[in-house]
């Protein structure tokens, strides 16, 4: 079964912290995408990778394909980055199975 | 360029009616892919349309329908609504096929079933 999980549910931190959200999938995929949602149901695609590591400002997704497993970084936090992030995953040829999204909330 | 676009944005409705959900894709993109998000279910694939032509289908009752016409821009029906329809249901759009290309969404369309 195609299934996607995220950790941690909820996440609350201070102004500045380095922040890691973590996604790990049951098989093989073809791309792996990190969305953001803010409040009002707006969605935008923040990554899609296959392989290997990549950066937007103070974000960074890595994917470690061995080991089915992805994690969203963000450095230095700012209470704008307050948001859902939700890992979705392309199996094989099917469409987007989406994780449950982690609510982050940074405290200024 | 001009984002997804999704009209209305917010929509309520009495069990058994009918309701017309539109979007329109970012020019140039072919494909529209339909999603609903409930908090019970969250994110769930619909449905997706690429050249008129709907060509993947989630774990949605035949109520759900929709169509591409052939500017690109997509309407979803559902039909003898439901209270458990009541969900944000979003939109997106590529450039083409293809399960490695990127997806833009729209700001959504929130319906509520009374």
């Known amino acids: 079964k195609n299934e996607v999980e995220q950790s941690p549910q909820n996440l609350t931190a201070q102004e500045g912290e380095f922040i890691t959200i973590n996604c790990s999938y049951s098989?093989?995929?073809?791309?792996l995408h990190w969305l953001q949602q803010h409040p009002g149901g707006g969605i935008v695609s923040l990554f899609m990778l296959s392989s290997g590591k990549k950066k937007h400002g103070r974000l960074i997704a890595t994917i470690n394909i061995q080991e089915k497993h992805s994690s969203l970084h963000i450095t230095a936090s700012h209470p704008r980055d307050s948001a859902v992030y939700i890992c979705a995953a392309n199996f094989g040829n099917e469409k987007l199975t989406f994780g449950t999204g982690t609510r982050l909330t940074i405290i200024p | 360029k001009a984002g997804v676009t999704q009209t209305p944005r917010y929509l309520i409705k009495t069990r058994g009616q009918q309701v017309t959900l539109s979007c329109s894709p970012i020019s140039g993109h072919r494909s529209v892919s339909w999603y609903q998000q409930t908090p019970g279910q969250g994110l769930q694939f619909l449905f997706e349309y690429f050249s008129e032509t709907q060509r993947n289908k989630g774990n949605f009752p035949g109520r759900f329908s929709g169509r591409q016409f052939s500017n690109s821009r997509s309407e979803m029906n559902v039909s003898t609504l439901e209270l458990g329809d009541s969900a944000l249901y979003l939109c997106?759009?590529?450039?083409?096929?293809?399960?490695?290309?990127?997806?833009?969404f729209g700001p959504g369309t929130r319906l509520t079933v009374t």
């Open positions: 997106a759009s590529s450039l083409g096929l293809g399960e490695s290309l990127e997806q833009y």
């Open positions: 098989v093989g995929i073809s791309a």
